[in-house]
């Protein structure tokens, strides 16, 4: 009788076992785009634990989930290399505008700017709940204002040995590397030798050092070449970001820099670059001031302003650099966000100018405005209209080039923040890929999946292969667009009908799940 018990108990389990699903996510009939630029190919996938487990025909496999995607894309989740979300992601976890772009992935930390204690700010993360994958960079400009302030100098070598410490540390709790923003405070006081003191710090580590290179108008190829040679003397892979040939005079020169870039490819130089798909950037009202002026913060600038031959040297230069970007006013600078008057928000320099001095106003007059802007404090985002159509799409097709949008988590429907935030990704495939034609499907998901994972040593992130995380989109390539624009930029992208991270849906059914399934994503 005891005998039979045992015989019974093995049979029940054996059908137990049979019953058990064999995945928890099994996606059927879909066309796998797998990230590496290889066509699309019809065949299924299952989920298992986070990781994909098998790609394959899986006719008779059984799943907790099963999503029929015939005739639907099935690709990884996208890895955006350039974005700033700290203090922004902690009101906004969910991060939805990244989500229904498609991205399951983000770097942040970048331009030079990033959390000062890395170590804590995965931590607030983790503890937090986040629905995307968030790794991070150790920003420049972060440890130089830890240890310098905003003074234009170079650092003596107690300060620098300080500031290799905090390096250190950074890499140590988990950096990726090493980021520049050498258009910014203090930043742009560094010297090229202050900056490979730190990348060799990232290097030894297995880093990467991505730049927001000292200048991106008529003389980004000096700036290329700096960015070149710390790679060179650091033994870095270099990453230059957001790269752009800004201002009416370079339009056109995105040929001869790309054959530059080609020819530092072929001396043995590692350089890539990233770009988000606009003809505006984004950045700070006061880069349209000289570096020197901005010296010591805003105090130092009113003070500066209050000379007379000081402040008619700071217009001349103003001027100057005007003048050379190839615009005879600053109707090319639109305010998206102004911290103290938000009724400015949306605005051009001319319109903000016009409305205090009246349709008869000068040049002197717009520069006024920046200058009272600019000495109120809080700093005012801005968006600049200073690119060319045809340079961006031939950056855009460069092999070495992924996709990033350089946007923080957005809060809806606040301030006039640059349309990249929401549409990045799908822009790229609506406009370039599905409507242009300057780039097949496959290879404008490579520059957002394997081309980033393997740029930024995600090893386990951004193709779909056995073992890989399971970070997953499944779209209808005929039905994303990006609505997002520069007078309508709270809108998010469509058409992402599924998106899960680590094998968890954050998108379902076109539908926010609000789950939180990311993951800290570190060096080591």
């Known amino acids: 009788m005891k005998r039979l018990l045992h015989i019974v108990f093995y049979i029940l389990l054996a059908i137990s076992a049979q019953a ?32 994909i487990a098998v790609i394959g025909g899986l006719s008779g496999a059984t799943a907790v989930q099963t999503i029929d995607a015939t005739g639907k894309i099935v690709c990884p989740g996208f890895i955006d290399v350039h974005t700033h979300i700290e203090g922004s992601i902690q009101p906004n976890p969910g991060a939805a505008n990244f989500l229904f772009d ?39 400009n972060t440890i130089r204002s830890e240890v310098m302030g905003s ?26 590397g090493l980021s520049t923003g050498l258009i910014y405070i203090p930043g742009t006081f560094a010297k090229t030798d202050e900056i ?11 880093g990467i050092y991505a730049s927001h290179i000292r200048h991106e108008d008529h003389r980004v190829f000096d700036a290329v070449a700096e960015a070149i040679t710390i790679g060179r003397e650091a033994k870095i892979p270099v990453e230059i970001s957001h790269l752009k040939v800004a201002g009416k005079a370079s339009w056109g020169k995105s040929d001869s820099l790309l054959s530059k870039l080609y020819d530092y490819r072929s001396a043995g130089i590692d350089v890539m670059v990233d770009q988000y798909p606009y003809t505006a950037s984004s950045t700070t009202l ?59 928000n949306g605005k051009s320099i001319p319109t903000v100018t016009q409305k205090s001095k009246g349709s008869a106003y000068s040049l002197d007059d717009e520069i006024e405005t920046i200058l009272k802007l600019c000495s109120r404090g809080p700093r005012v985002q801005m968006v600049f209209h200073k690119m060319g159509e045809e340079d961006v799409k031939k950056i855009m097709n460069f092999p070495f080039c992924m996709i ?33 034609k300057i780039m097949a499907l ?28 399971a970070d997953i989109l499944i779209f209808d390539p005929n039905k994303i667009t990006a609505p997002a624009t520069y007078d309508q930029p709270h809108a998010y992208s469509t058409g992402m009908e599924y998106v899960f991270v680590n094998g968890v849906a954050v998108i379902e059914k076109g539908k926010l799940t609000e789950k939180k399934p990311g993951k800290i994503l570190k060096r080591f």
Request: glycine fraction near 10%.
């Open 151 to 176: 003074v234009n100098r170079a650092p003596t070598e107690k300060e620098l040995t300080q500031m290799q410490a905090l390096m250190t540390k950074a890499m140590k709790d988990g950096a990726l």
């Open 404 to 436: 990033a949008s350089d946007a923080g988590v957005a809060s809806f429907g606040r301030s006039m923040l640059h349309p990249r935030a929401y549409g990045t990704n799908a822009r790229v495939l609506a406009e370039y890929v599905r409507e242009q």
């Open 102 to 140: 498609g991205v399951t992935s983000v770097v942040t930390g970048n331009c030079g700017n990033s959390a000062k204690d890395l170590g804590a700010f995965f931590q607030e993360l983790e503890k937090l709940g986040i629905a995307l994958n968030v790794g991070a960079l150790a920003g420049h």
């Open 196 to 206: 490979v003191a730190l990348a060799k710090i990232a290097a030894a580590n297995q």
């Open 286 to 344: 006061s880069t349209q001031l000289p570096d020197w002026a901005l010296g010591g913060g805003t105090d130092s600038l009113k003070i500066r302003l209050a000379n007379v031959k000081t402040k008619a040297s700071i217009v001349a230069e103003m001027k100057k650099m005007l003048a050379e970007s190839g615009a005879d006013n600053y109707s090319f600078a639109v305010i998206a966000n102004c911290p103290w008057d938000t009724t400015l």
């Open 442 to 469: 496959e290879e404008a998901i490579r520059k957002m999946t394997t081309l980033p994972a393997t740029r930024f040593n995600l090893s386990d992130r951004g193709q779909l292969r056995p073992g890989k995380a």
């Open 20 to 51: 058990q699903p064999t995945f928890d996510l099994l996606i059927k009939n879909g066309l796998v785009v797998d990230g590496t630029g290889q066509p699309r190919m019809k065949i299924d996938l299952g989920v298992r634990d986070g990781k």
